[in-house]
């Protein structure tokens, strides 16, 4: 079953502070990872994408890698500020011939305090 | 502002009554999609739109449920005798894909439509 699984579920840290998020899937076959950003009550905003090749990808203070040999990604944040409090999910694309799936994980919910 | 829009924000309606949202996609995105919602979940795909065509509809979307995207443009999603569980935010995005079955575009979200149904 093509799933996706994030830890934490949610995190709280200081402003200033880094942290990583997880990524778990189980997606089969493979064909892009993404990292969307959602905060309360607003549509998603894309942060990264990322193909099969690609192992790091930076946005800012953003930064994702993926092992698709583990199918682990994860999501650094760097310098944490207040508005980085928000929700971040993960996102893999599934490849089924001439289609393509989405897989939607949870979210982590992080929380920055000052 | 010309990125995806949502209309109306919020809706509250009572039990048993319908309502439609209506969703604008960026000009030169072919795609659009429909997702629902609900509190601390991740996005339900509920349909999606290659330009004019309907090419897949999800199990969520009882017959109570319709999306249209005439002339490929505007969209309207449609849900019909409310129920207290279609509570939720109602999220639109749109995309460009070249290949109809391809999905490697980045994705751009409304600001979804929240509804109550008392």
């Known amino acids: 079953k093509n799933q996706v699984e994030q830890s934490p579920q949610s995190l709280i840290i200081l402003e200033g502070k880094n942290c990583t998020l997880q990524c778990n899937y189980t997606v089969s076959p493979f064909s892009n990872l993404r990292w969307y950003k959602q905060d309360t009550g607003r549509g998603p905003v894309s942060l990264t994408i990322?193909?099969?090749s690609e192992n790091t990808k930076s946005n800012g203070r953003y930064t994702a890698t993926l092992d698709a040999d583990t199918k682990q990604s994860s999501l650094h944040i760097t310098a944490s500020q207040l508005s980085d409090s928000a929700s971040y999910i993960c996102?893999?694309?599934?490849?089924?011939?001439?289609?393509?799936?989405?897989?939607w994980g949870l979210g982590t919910s992080l929380g920055v305090n000052p | 502002d010309t990125g995806v829009s949502q209309d109306p924000r919020h809706k509250i309606t009572k039990r048993g009554q319908n309502v439609t949202f209506r969703c604008d996609p960026i000009s030169e995105h072919n795609r659009l999609y429909w997702y629902r919602q609900t509190l601390g979940q991740g996005p339900e795909f509920l349909t999606y739109?290659?330009?004019?065509?309907?090419?897949?509809k999800s199990r969520l979307l009882s017959d109570r449920f319709s999306a249209e995207r005439p002339k490929g443009s505007f969209s309207t999603l449609e849900i019909q005798r409310t129920e207290q569980g279609d509570s939720a935010m109602y999220l639109c995005a749109s995309s460009y894909e070249m290949l109809a079955g391809a999905n490697t575009g980045e994705l751009f979200f409304g600001e979804g439509s929240r509804l109550t149904v008392l």
């Open positions: 739109f290659q330009n004019e065509a309907q090419l897949e």
């Open positions: 990322m193909t099969f």
């Open positions: 996102v893999v694309s599934v490849s089924a011939g001439n289609n393509r799936k989405l897989i």
